[in-house]
């Protein structure tokens, strides 16, 4: 696999965890959109550290930017996982569910 094709299946992977998350966030009442902070933060993170063009274009082999990617790979992740969650209550307890506490 090329470098351009490791970053473009990132890329990929990216915009279908963004689209899931503006479609939960979309849907949900401003606790629940509270709690997808945390994966608003991550996905903004990724953009701007891991994806950015300039960080991108820095020289690195195949094996370093694997490396860099699968670092993206890990908070995206965290952050599908915190989606996930947040859909879960959402899907249990209704989209306007509040916090307690």
Partial sequence: MTQAEMIARFRRHVELVQ???E???AAVGPDLKRLL??????LFDINLLILDPKILAEPR??????YWLQSGERLLREA??????I???AREFGP???MMG
């Fill in 19 to 21: 689209t899931d998350f």
């Fill in 23 to 25: 479609r939960l966030e």
């Fill in 37 to 42: 902070g945390g994966a608003k933060h991550l």
């Fill in 61 to 66: 082999t195949d094996e370093r930017l694997a």
């Fill in 80 to 85: 599908e996982e915190q989606i996930a969650e």
């Fill in 87 to 89: 859909a879960t209550i």
């Fill in 96 to 98: 306007q569910a509040r």
